[in-house]
């Protein structure tokens, strides 16, 4: 039986700013990403989170990104490996606060945005995030882009990784997220998110956006949770993934 995880970018609302339809998608999905105050989110937001997952029986999962509130974490920074180290143990050990005082456990790391794409590439990157999650937890899952230099440094250190693909966004030749400030980055289209997920779970591949078709391995699908099509995307992934056989599981 196939078996994959469904996840979602939570916990993203701060202050006065809502974002995200949080509680109505924690009904479809299995894992949850909740921002850890830097990129987007609070404390309080942070706490109402970890609890609306343990309400869900949903895994809970860091989020962390850079400290860019402005730009939601998807700008690109220069930041040294002992910086990124710092930076992503830092927002763990907040998250985790809330999780240890809501009698849960922290279930994964996935890093959010600029952070996550750059660790993609960059080796030294991606060592220095997996050296922050197993010297914090070497229990903890390594969410990273499916193949990328994140997943086998987290599988060099010793790290359970979690290759993750998306259902809201195009691929390059080369495995990699088309960049958003290309054209046809997102997939806004239920259908065709819908179509791309049942190739990646069912036969390993997706389509480029040139066309090509490329291998690859999803143990875990995400959904952007700031995104117009959220709720929309997760309640119908999760009812075709079922429909075709597809059992969704939290990734442990």
């Known amino acids: ?128 995030i997996a050296k922050a999650v197993f010297d914090f937890d070497d229990q903890l899952i390594l969410y990273g882009l499916a193949g990328s230099e994140l997943i086998k440094a987290g599988k060099s250190i010793g790290l359970p990784c979690a290759n993750e693909v998306f259902a809201d966004r195009t691929y390059l030749e080369n495995g990699t997220l088309t960049p958003r400030n290309q054209k046809n980055a997102l997939i806004k289209d239920a259908e065709e998110a819908k179509a791309q997920v049942l190739d990646m779970v069912q036969h390993k591949k997706v389509k480029t956006i040139t066309g090509k078709e490329i291998l690859i391995q999803a143990d875990s699908v995400c959904v952007h949770g700031d995104s117009a099509e959220a709720l929309v995307f997760v309640k119908m992934l999760r009812e075709k993934l079922l429909e075709e056989g597809v059992h969704l599981e939290t990734l442990i």
């Open 1 to 128: 039986m196939l078996t994959v995880d469904l996840n979602c970018d939570l916990g993203e609302s701060y202050g006065i700013y809502s974002i995200g339809m949080d509680e109505d998608v924690l009904q479809y999905v299995t894992s949850a990403n909740i921002a850890c105050g830097f990129h987007a989110g609070d404390p309080s937001t942070m706490r109402k989170t970890v609890s609306s997952c343990i309400q869900n029986k949903v895994a809970i999962g860091a989020h962390p990104g850079f400290q860019d509130l402005q730009g939601f974490g998807r700008r690109n920074m220069h930041i040294s490996p002992k910086e990124a180290y710092e930076l992503v143990l830092y927002q763990i050990g907040a998250l985790n606060a809330f999780v240890k005082a809501e009698g849960a456990k922290l279930n994964h790391v996935k890093p959010h945005g600029a952070l996550y794409n750059m660790a993609a590439k960059s080796c030294s990157l991606a060592d220095a």
